[in-house]
């Protein structure tokens, strides 16, 4: 996932994404205290991700503020 991907979809739809990474993350997290994690470099993607997306998400909502 890289950012103009990201800033092509609506607010709505970084907002789903957002959601749908912090439950990954959440399992992710569940996963590595039950030792049941393969691969641990998957939080350190899920974490980035999700703040890759609330990145654009604040872009967006700053774009916005200042043509209102």
């Known amino acids: 996932m890289n950012a103009n991907e990201l800033r092509d979809k609506t607010p709505d739809q970084l907002r789903e994404e957002l959601a749908n990474l912090k439950k990954e993350a959440f399992n992710l997290r ?29 872009e967006k909502a700053a774009a916005a503020a200042k043509e209102a």
């Open 30 to 58: 569940f996963q590595q205290a039950t030792g049941a994690i393969e691969n641990s470099s998957q939080m350190r993607k899920a974490r980035r991700n999700a703040a890759r997306v609330k990145t654009i998400l604040n």
